[in-house]
């Protein structure tokens, strides 16, 4: 299992993006802080991941699939870096 960052930008606005939000979801844990990124805990490699995503995006949306590793820094809540220290190998 890896942990991969989602990012987007969702270009239309008005859109409803519901059924993307179901779909991360859909995946074994996620974790979610930042509006537009997700980590996704999965064995899906990044572009699985990245094609399942697409179909829930419009054309002139934006997407990035990275796979996360075991050097990360930042400024985030105790629970993000409990979530993460779980999951990132």
Same mark, same amino acid.
């Given at each position: 299992?890896?942990?991969?960052?989602?990012?987007?930008?969702?270009?239309?606005?008005? !859109?409803?993006?519901?059924?993307?939000?179901?779909?991360?979801?859909?995946?074994?844990?996620?974790?979610?802080?930042?509006?537009?990124?997700?980590?996704?805990?999965?064995?899906?490699?990044?572009? !699985?991941?990245?094609?399942?995503?697409?179909?829930?995006?419009?054309?002139?949306?934006?997407?990035?699939?990275?796979?996360?590793?075991?050097?990360?820094?930042g400024w985030l809540p105790q629970e993000a870096w409990d979530w993460i220290n779980k999951h990132v190998k």
């Amino acid at each position: 299992m890896s942990v991969y960052c989602v990012s987007y930008d969702l270009n239309k606005s008005g !859109q409803n993006y519901d059924n993307l939000y179901d779909e991360l979801k859909k995946s074994s844990s996620w974790w979610h802080f930042l509006d537009s990124t997700w980590l996704i805990y999965t064995n899906e490699s990044a572009n !699985q991941l990245s094609e399942r995503i697409r179909l829930h995006l419009d054309k002139n949306d934006y997407l990035l699939v990275i796979k996360v590793t075991n050097e990360y820094s930042g400024w985030l809540p105790q629970e993000a870096w409990d979530w993460i220290n779980k999951h990132v190998k």
